[in-house]
């Protein structure tokens, strides 16, 4: 269906037969015509002869006959390839009546295990988690629609030694009273208020410790406070899930805890292979290729001299299960880039045990960070870290403010509605449309607007093509004749047949931007297409194959802004 697939295909024999063995024929999309092959300007060095004349000898053997209506041998070796409108109008024919729109299911369906979100219990969501939830969903999302089975895995900071702090924290004013606090999702002053005494009372210090030993001591008390710390937050996090039309649930949540008792087991094998040595008391691994500044080798340390074990253990206990129990082939943990080289050594320790050896992989979906205006890490007003809801719901009513201000007719209801979808569609796309390995500022003003790469922009261009339909009063026809004649349609054809491959290599790369930009790129086509090609006012067999072109767009449009999470609307 890949139209530069299909034109490579048919070129690459010609090439081999020329040049005596397998050749790429380079072909991209041209500026001169609708495509391009470089590859007798490669062949030509390899060959020796001039780049003309071995163009033109593949001319003679290629079979293009059905497919190009032109091919032009053009400059120092290129051959210039257009497309033939009927091969086009008939690909244009296959994807309509194609409910996934030239998008295969994958050929080897694979267990992917995709490790998002995971705030921090007791701890506000910061913009970071943000980033991870909006990323990893679009991932999970996409992957599901590719016949993947995805395992959502929100792997919930539950464990560790502030806990000892914080069980004393809720204890102090009386449980109901510090419930309640938590469940009004004021999460940070709750454990801002427990590190404050911490740090000022020495008692209260004592307690804690005794507390933290408690609860690693299963202790039925404790662990019953511990439980009602991580089920107030759990609630609160799925409220911002739920706000976020994030699709993660309460069943997703396989916290750190959860690990607990394989982490034994994994520094025993750890040992038993021979990879741990101790270092300063506590037990370690040291694998390959991980150095510090000085050269000297790093530890990843599974257990702590006092006896305790942290992220790098409950890390290793989750790759080990994920592959061992779960059977995934391929683990994605989207978290930011400084947690690169924590990643990068305990790959290499799970590799080195055996516990992530091939088909298996695991892949780092690093971001950088969400910038203020001033170029810097997004801070509140404060000076504190921004409280996600905050942003969210600023982003609600300043899109609901706009939609009032746009169009007047719409009613409370359907403002409120239009200013939900656009606020958080406007916060997740500035996210996804962006390079994720690169900082991006926040910018309102830029990402509600209506024009340029934005959510607003494609959730309008989807919601102007359904009010085609209905002034129209009709649907379009999937089998109607696809004609293509006027530049626009052609260029609009391209696009929509260019769908399969892009959501191919996203699926491998996880670069979300690249989905972004052409579903940016489908949306301005269709609106010079919709300018130069009348539509409603078309004759017979014209207006037909125009409502097709225009419902194709809509629900490449719709799927395309489904896989990003983000909502369309029928009108704005
Ligand atoms: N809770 C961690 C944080 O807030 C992120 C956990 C990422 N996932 C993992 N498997 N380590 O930074």
Known sequence: MDLEQLLTDRLAPAFATVAGSPVDPVVRRSPRADFQSDGALALARQLGRAPRAIAAEVLQHADLADLCSGVELSGPGFLNLTVADDALAAMVSALATDPRWGVPVAAAPETVVVDYSAPNVAKEMHVGHLRSTVIGDAAARLLEWLGHRVLRANHLGDWGTPFGMLIEHLVDPGEAEAAQDLSMGDLDSFYKAARAKFDADEAFRERSRRRVVALQGGDEATLRLWRLLVEQSERYFL??????????????????????????????????????RESEGAACVFPPGSVGRDGAPLPLIVRKSDGGYGYPATDLAAIRHRTGTLGATRLLYVVGLPQRQHFEMVYAAAAQAGWLAPPARAEHVGFGSILGSDGRMLRSRAGGSVKLVGLLEEAIARATALARERNPELGEAEAAEVGRAVGIGAVKYADLSSDRHRDYVLDWERMLSLDGNTAPYLQYAYSRIRSIFRRAGVAARPEARVSLTEPAERALAFELVGFGKVVGEVAESLEFHHLAGYLYRLAATFSSFYERCPVLRADGPVRESRLLLCDLTARVLRQGLYVLGIRTLERM
């Open 239 to 276: 409220t911002v899930y739920d706000l976020l039309d994030v699709t993660l649930t309460e069943r997703d949540f396989h916290g750190e805890s959860s690990y607990n008792e394989l982490l034994g087991p994994v520094v025993e094998e750890l040992n038993r292979l021979g990879l741990l």
